[in-house]
């Protein structure tokens, strides 16, 4: 938990504009298919868990860049809309807020065209420059798709204030990334992130468990790793549990990931024991596959329909 006012949970990482267009089918090259349904909406994965740990209760700020162009104005505008402290966002002169076009078939498949300039990453000084936020929060995440010196600063940051420090990707194999993971409490990869990081292929449950447990040697006290198709690997110290994924319709997995991992940290930030953090977890990633678009919505009981459908295994 937060002290004083300030937000519980402070979200580093990208910022865009989000075009989902759903089509029947690719355009061939040289052709063209009509778009069946067009959504824009805030996007980029920092803004994405924002949102989601904005809807399930959580005060949130969110720390990134966007461009000073009407793209940027408008992201803003939801942001604050959902209910997030933006007073972290920097407005870089003269760049373009990131762009995500999502073109997605009906079968689930995506191709994504992104437009994420340089420019709009985030620096060391401009995370520095939001040390406010982040020394009284209660969980920092911070997704390694950012340079890793202004992740690494803010790990830092988060950690001398005492928050609990959550890794979403893979760090750098290299001092840097050493360090990222020492400042780390919780480390979330996804099923890509895993293989490349480990340096091997993660095929099944066990798998995913062990690489984990070898993981939590690296510093962090809890780690998440996806495995392709099957499921998600949760372990800490004294336990473990592998969840298979939910038997629902996948519309789009974009940003199931993201979901993932804010639903991880805002449970464990309100007192939730990991078990029970992985299941609330996994019930959010389920909830984002059956949307368009990378953007969730964990209002309601969309949380609890999941978790109904959630096969019981018990940890071990
Ligand atoms: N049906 C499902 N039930 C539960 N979890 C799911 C389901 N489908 C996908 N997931 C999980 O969603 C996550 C997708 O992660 P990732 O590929 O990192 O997405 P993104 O980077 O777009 O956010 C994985 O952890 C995966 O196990
Ligand atoms: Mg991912």
């Not at 807020?97 to 709009?120: M, N």
């Not at 629902?248 to 199931?256: L, N, S």
């Not at 368009?292 to 959630?310: E, F, I, K």
């Amino acid at each position: 938990m937060a002290r004083g006012n300030s937000p519980e949970i402070v979200v580093v990482g990208q910022i865009a504009r989000d075009l989902v267009l759903s089509v029947d089918e690719m355009p061939a090259k040289g052709g063209a298919v009509p778009v069946r349904r067009r959504q824009e909406m805030l996007g980029g994965k920092g803004a994405n868990q924002a949102v989601a740990c904005a809807q399930l209760g959580a005060g949130t700020a969110l720390i990134g860049v966007v461009g000073d162009d009407q793209a940027g104005d408008n992201v803003l505008r939801q942001a604050r809309s959902d209910g997030i402290d933006v007073s972290g966002v920097v407005r870089r002169q003269d760049a373009s807020t990131g762009l995500i076009v999502d073109v997605l078939e009906p079968d689930g498949g995506w191709r994504y065209l992104e437009d994420l300039p340089t420019d709009v990453l985030l620096t060391e000084s401009d995370v520095e420059a939001a040390r406010s936020l982040l020394e009284p929060a209660g969980s920092v995440l911070v997704q390694l798709q950012q340079p890793s010196a202004a992740a690494l600063t803010a790990a830092r940051l988060g950690k001398t204030g005492g928050a609990r420090v959550v890794l979403d990707g893979a760090p750098a194999q290299d001092d840097r990334g050493a360090a990222l993971l020492a400042a780390a409490d919780v480390f979330r990869l996804d099923a890509k992130e895993a293989e490349l990081f480990c340096g091997e292929r993660i095929g099944g449950a066990d798998d995913g468990l062990r690489v984990g447990r070898e993981l939590l040697r690296s510093g962090p006290s809890l780690v998440a790793v996806d495995v392709a198709g099957k499921g998600n690997a949760v372990v800490w110290p004294d336990g473990q549990v592998f969840l298979p994924l939910i038997d629902t319709e996948v519309v789009d997995t974009t940003g199931a990931g993201d979901a993932f991992t804010a639903a991880l940290t805002v449970a464990l930030d309100h007192g939730a024991p990991p078990p029970q953090a992985a299941r609330t977890a996994v019930a959010a990633a389920a909830s984002s596959v059956e949307r368009a678009g990378g953007r969730p919505d964990l209002t309601g009981d969309a949380l609890r329909v999941q978790l109904d459908r959630l096969t019981a295994v018990a940890p071990t």
